[in-house]
């Protein structure tokens, strides 16, 4: 048997042994190839030198080559080996092929050690493939790190393409490549000090444990932040421009500023003396240069004014020198090269900066991205505007002469989408504002993603990040990628929970935003629980034969509760910051309603200088409803208003026919459908109700929001708060001889607008006159029986005409809601908020009532100064007047709350889960003098001249004559699954 050995082990060069009788030479070179070893070692270009017998027996030897063996491997498969070699059974042996087969199993960097040997057999040549796999990865641990987490140190590894992961092949290099990225994410961290020695352990077979000892040492602090040469700002100043060192305080507050360092990075010290130099250029001074900053580790030392005692750790201080120069004026923006746009104002008018100001650069960056921007508009994707500065040191001027390569016009090739395996393409690209063949348009891609991602079919798309563009500039045109990630587009589930409105409530939904992948959306929902029961069917058709016109249909049947006391009852065990006299004075009923909703809108694609997307619309709403009172107070109202002609009384609360007409104009550059980050909405719609029904009125509603991306307490594109607003105004009113009804009169309070107060307790108060049926009792407090020789008669009853304090609602209201969310982890967010509302009655003759429906009050007797026989005599007519008026006090009250909420978005309801505490600043708090029906004289001589009639006098004047007390409540403490805006 002759043997031949290829071998290489990790570390060294490739061993190359004979079995000749001349003691072999072992050769070993690092990185050089099989061909270069040999011919060194050997003195001979030739790859296989053998012995004087195998030199006679080789005219004779087989050089058919049998099936490769592979003796060693654990984790990779044989297969996966043989698949590597060139050199395959029945192939002739050729030595330089076995080279090659060495060389292709090594570049796979899975082994230590591998060797190729030789074995000549009577039938054929066997090659014997040894092989040592490197080590996996089967542990990686941190001992001793504290200032970052795993995960920061997983997340730093990702960023900086570390391939450092359990079940990975072990390679020394990579474990210095993550020595070094760690060291640098420690200093990041205030640790420069930091020692990390990596041990390695062997766990057999074949894997190793790999710990990180860390010794982080002292932190270092951001210490003394000082300048040289800056006579013209202040070292408050430059230091207030250094974002990332610069202590933490509060801003100009001169003493307070400076409160807690900031941890030194090195890092980032460069950054900050940038931001130092653009703080001149932004107050004129173009030519300053900041000199390398200068840093100095120190013993922390001194007294810590929190603690006390001692200072520890190390502080570092930066001096940074600086030769300020002259301030300059800006002279003129000139431009040359500029071919498509001719029009030097339209150019101009980018940039915000005025001549004779100032030279700000940070004014005049943006106004060269608005020219890019402008440019990018008309097709011209690599425009380039190179300024060129000219100084007029005489008078102080700077000149900037942008040199402008507009390149050519770029026209849309091709428009591409990748992940949409529902969603058909159609679809897609009925929202782009670009179609393939039409010059490129920056602004109308902008905002064919904004449309995209307010369908919400997929996850939130960027324009930087998920579209692509492969320019051919030699044809002038441009492929657009689009990669989108589709949402589910089936919602099957159980939602429920608590809220002011509907109380406690749980249901079964289906809905489905991408109906066969066609955009349609069919929605299924019912809900039943203590205040709200409902059912609809609803299905929408975003593109009406294949017209932008949107089509909406929807039947439900509901009822609702409308009664504030029974509804925080049900969620905290009590009627909420009312008592029972309160609850009284609210307007408590149901209403049963079933209908349907007919609904046409269609985006005004036009109006792009809005950057946003616009859409007209109207809706068709027929309902059937019918209202059940739950106290006196409610039913007064709801059967003496007039809002239905010709009927009063019990009557006019079953029938109610309603026939809307809605016209709407809706605006939106939200950069998503649910929570919102940037961009802002508005919304109006106006309703109609008259063409048909039996009600007439009209309601306008108007509502903006806006939204911004928040860093601290600055706007910046970066940020991951957000700051949100909203604005809304609401009005309605009767026409045609009718007020409005009562059920659709504005009450506000609750989660919805202003959370802490009661929901739907924000409103106006009126007095309402009612007929009560008054006991004549004796001073002992027993009753005056019509007839003593009878009992089964009754007692003596006196008709007194009275007044009730119910809350009436307003025609109008004015809503004000900022909110500060910080997003905490994934679908929980912690928020600031404050809430302004004012409710009120600004048409009194809104408050007209049904002349049938008061003469059932006005036409009875009352009093009962006589009493002969079981009957009155002696009664008296009262004139009630048509209008109701408002309680003084109530109408013009403003509301506000302010405070914090934690809000966390539930898995399976799929809505927000808020615990709140609102403080309320402005409520109203007063006593309200009671009004009597008539004067005191006349009240007086409703009674009986005698004793009993005295004592229920008295009793009735405590009763009905007494003030009454209104007090909202001055904090709030609730839970709730809802939302405001």
Not at 213 to 228: A, H, L, Q, R, S
Not at 238 to 266: Q, V, W
Not at 598 to 604: A, C, W
Not at 667 to 680: I, Q
Request: glycine share 8%.
């Amino acid at each position: 048997m002759r043997i031949f050995t290829v071998k290489r082990e990790s570390g060294s060069s490739l061993n190359h042994q004979t079995t000749t009788p001349v003691r072999p030479r072992l050769c070993r070179f690092r990185h050089a190839s099989a061909f270069a070893v040999l011919a060194i070692c050997t003195g001979s270009a030739s790859f296989l030198t053998v012995s004087a017998e195998a030199q006679a027996a080789a005219p004779g030897s087989p050089q058919a080559l049998c099936q490769p063996q592979v003796i060693g491997n654990r984790r990779i498969p044989k297969e996966s080996v043989l698949a590597r070699l060139f050199s395959h059974q029945g192939d002739l042996y050729d030595a330089a092929l076995v080279e090659r087969d060495f060389n292709s199993l090594w570049n796979t960097g899975y082994f230590d050690d591998i060797h190729i040997e030789r074995a000549d057999t009577p039938a054929c040549v066997q090659l014997i493939v040894v092989v040592r796999e490197k080590p996996t990865i089967r542990e990686i641990n941190y001992k001793g790190v504290n200032a970052v987490s795993q995960s920061d140190i997983l997340d730093r590894f990702k960023k900086a393409k570390v391939p450092l992961t359990v079940e990975s092949q072990y390679d020394p290099t990579k474990i210095k490549r993550a020595e070094v990225v760690l060291a640098e994410l420690l200093g990041e961290h205030g640790h420069q000090f930091a020692v990390i020695k990596t041990e390695v352990k062997n766990i057999p077979p074949a894997a190793v444990a790999i710990t990180f000892n860390v010794k982080e040492g002292p932190t270092v602090k951001v210490g003394k932040i000082e300048f040289t040469g800056n006579e013209n700002l202040s070292d408050r100043t430059l230091r207030a421009a250094m974002k990332n060192l610069k202590p933490i305080g509060i801003p100009h507050s001169i003493i307070l500023e400076n409160l807690f360092a900031k941890t030194f990075d090195a890092s980032k010290l460069d950054e900050d003396t940038e931001r130092v130099r653009q703080a001149y250029r932004e107050r004129g001074y173009f030519k300053v240069i900041p000199s390398e900053a200068q840093s100095k580790v120190r013993d922390a030392g001194g007294l810590n004014p929190f603690t006390l005692r001692p200072s520890t750790g190390k502080r570092a201080d930066i001096l940074i020198p600086i030769e300020e120069g002259a301030r300059y004026k800006l002279g003129g923006i000139n431009f040359t090269g500029n071919k498509a746009v001719t029009n030097l104002k339209v150019l101009r008018a980018q940039f915000a900066q005025k001549d004779g100001e100032y030279f700000n650069a940070t004014k005049f960056g943006e106004g060269i991205k608005a020219l890019q921007k402008a440019y990018g508009q008309l097709g011209y994707i690599n425009f380039v505007g190179q300024p060129v500065p000219r100084f007029d040191e005489a008078k102080k001027l700077i000149y900037l002469d942008i040199d402008i390569d507009e390149g050519k016009p770029f026209y849309v090739s091709r428009i591409e989408f990748t992940g949409n395996t529902i969603t058909r393409d159609k679809v897609i690209r009925r929202e782009l504002l670009l179609e393939e063949g039409q010059i490129y348009n920056s602004q109308l891609w902008d905002l064919s993603i904004l449309r995209l991602n307010q369908l919400n079919y997929f996850e939130a798309l960027k324009a930087d990040q998920d579209s692509e563009s492969r320019q051919n500039a030699d044809e002038g045109t441009v492929d657009l990628l689009l990669k989108l990630k589709e949402k589910g587009k089936n919602s099957i589930g159980l939602n429920g929970g608590i809220s002011g409105n509907s109380g406690t409530f749980i249901g079964l939904n289906y809905e489905t935003n991408n109906f066969l992948g066609l955009g349609e959306t069919l929605s299924v929902q019912a809900n039943v629980g203590d205040l709200s029961r409902n059912l609809s069917l609803g299905f929408t058709e975003p593109y009406l034969r294949n017209k932008p016109i949107s089509l909406g249909v929807q039947v439900f049947t509901s009822k609702y509760d409308y009664n504030p006391a029974k509804s925080y009852g049900i969620s905290n065990s009590a009627s909420a910051n009312l008592t029972a006299a309160q609850t009284s004075q609210l307007t408590n009923y149901n209403t049963s309603t079933t209908g349907l909703t007919v609904s046409l809108s269609e985006p005004l694609r036009h109006l792009f200088a809005l950057k946003g997307v616009t859409r007209v619309g109207v809706s068709f709403a027929l309902s059937r409803s019918s209202i059940s009172t739950f106290n006196d107070n409610t039913r007064n109202v709801f059967q003496s208003l007039a809002f239905r002609s010709g009927v009063a009384g019990q009557n006019q609360l079953s029938g109610i026919i309603t026939s809307v007409i809605s016209p709407s104009f809706t605006f939106s550059s939200l950069d998503r459908g649910v929570g919102p980050h940037n961009g802002k909405d508005f919304n109006a719609t106006f309703q109609i109700a008259g063409a048909g029904g039996n009600v007439k009125y009209i309601r306008p509603v108007v509502s903006y929001r806006q939204f911004f991306p928040m860093k601290g307490l600055r706007v910046s594109r970066e940020g991951h708060n957000v700051l949100g607003y909203r604005l809304q105004f609401a009005h309605i009113e009767g026409f045609g001889g009718e007020v409005a009804p009562p059920a659709d009169r504005i009450y506000t309070g609750g989660e919805a607008d202003v959370r802490g107060f009661d929901v739907r307790s924000s409103s106006p108060y009126t007095f309402i006159p009612n007929k009560v049926e008054f006991n004549l009792t004796n001073p002992d407090g027993t009753l005056v029986p019509r007839d003593p020789t009878n009992p089964t008669l009754g007692n003596v009853q006196i008709p007194l005409p009275i007044y009730r304090l119910v809350s009436i609602g307003g025609d109008t209201s004015f809503t004000a809601n900022v909110e500060y969310r910080i997003p905490i982890a994934n679908q929980v967010t912690f928020a600031f908020f404050n809430d302004f509302g004012m409710t009120m009655d600004l048409l009194p003759g809104q408050l007209r009532q049904n002349a049938a429906g008061l003469s059932t009050i006005s036409s009875p007797l009352y009093g009962c100064p006589t009493f002969v026989n079981g009957a009155c005599f002696g009664g008296k007519k009262v004139e009630f007047p048509l209008q109701l008026n408002n309680v003084p006090f109530t109408n013009y009250v403003p509301r506000m709350s302010t405070g914090a909420e934690l809000q966390v978005i539930l898995p399976i309801v799929n809505a927000p889960f808020r615990l709140y505490y609102a403080y309320n600043a402005l409520r109203l708090y007063r006593d309200v003098p009671q009004q009597l029906a008539v004067d005191d004289a006349t009240f007086r001589s409703f009674f009986p001249n005698s004793g009993a009639g005295l004592f229920s006098y008295q009793q009735a004047l405590q009763y009905y004559g007494a003030n009454y007390t209104l007090r909202e409540p001055r904090k709030t403490f609730r839970l709730s699954v809802s939302t405001t805006f």
